[in-house]
């Protein structure tokens, strides 16, 4: 079972609209489904609720310690309730995955991420859950830095806030620990619908055609 939602993000107003803080926007909107409040808990370093689901106790924060420093703040809270890496959900913008699709994964590297190297250092653990939101890749790594810290298109924002709402949805699933109904619901998306192609233009008759049916021939 999840215990521990964690939504990685920069705090302040002017990271609030990039890419880097998807897991904000997650836990967000799920405090607000959840009916929780969010509020600065200093001794855990991040904005912290405590809410309860079906008589579960479950954790929902936003560490505001700087993405390099998440770990700082998820095991401050993991220790103090003795909730154990396994139990624990931490959803995070994802830049091999495209926007409007997301991927639900155990355990593994932290492929880059420095929100998830310091939290698999301060954890000391690898084997926690990882929900990763797909903001798409510039192409080029050495543009990734600045990616992350943009505000996404208009376009990508919409498929972003729809992967979340989608992922939301397997919420019930995820605190219960069902990830493979969670993972159905979540790795289910409707891919883009494709343009329709453009009418070819008419093409013109070439030089010598013979005339059209039903012209009288030159001097008939």
């Known amino acids: 079972m999840i215990k521990l939602l964690v939504g990685?993000?920069?705090?302040?107003?002017?990271?609030e609209q990039t890419r880097h803080n998807a897991g904000f926007?997650?836990?967000?909107?799920?405090?607000?489904?959840?009916?929780?409040?969010?509020?600065?808990e200093r001794s855990h370093f991040?904005?912290?609720?405590?809410?309860?689901?079906?008589?579960?106790?479950l954790w929902l924060l936003e560490p505001q310690t700087f993405m390099n420093r998440s770990g700082q703040s998820v095991a401050?809270?993991?220790r103090f309730f003795k909730i154990a890496p396994d139990e624990v959900l931490v959803v995070h913008d994802e830049l091999d995955v495209p926007p409007g699709e997301a991927k639900l994964k155990h355990g593994g590297g932290h492929a880059g991420h420095n929100g998830l190297r310091d939290i698999h250092a301060q954890l000391g653990s690898a084997d926690y859950w990882r929900l990763r939101i797909g903001i798409g890749h510039p192409g080029n790594k050495n543009e990734v830095a600045n990616w992350v810290l943009k505000k996404p298109p208009l376009d990508d924002r919409i498929a972003i806030d729809?992967?979340?709402e989608?992922?939301?949805?397997?919420?019930?699933?995820?605190?219960?620990?069902?990830?493979?109904?969670?993972?159905?619901?979540?790795?289910?998306?409707?891919?883009?619908?494709?343009?329709?192609?453009?009418?070819?233009?008419?093409a013109a008759p070439p030089a010598g055609d013979q005339p059209p049916v039903g012209t009288p021939p030159a001097g008939a």
């Open 8 to 15: 990685l993000g920069n705090p302040g107003p002017e990271y």
């Open 76 to 78: 401050s809270l993991a």
């Open 162 to 164: 729809q992967t979340i």
């Open 46 to 57: 991040g904005l912290m609720a405590r809410t309860s689901v079906r008589g579960q106790a």
């Open 166 to 202: 989608r992922s939301l949805k397997a919420l019930d699933h995820l605190i219960d620990g069902d990830m493979a109904k969670a993972t159905a619901l979540i790795h289910t998306s409707k891919p883009p619908r494709p343009k329709p192609p453009k009418p070819a233009a008419p």
């Open 25 to 40: 926007w997650f836990i967000d909107e799920a405090a607000r489904r959840l009916g929780a409040t969010l509020q600065m």
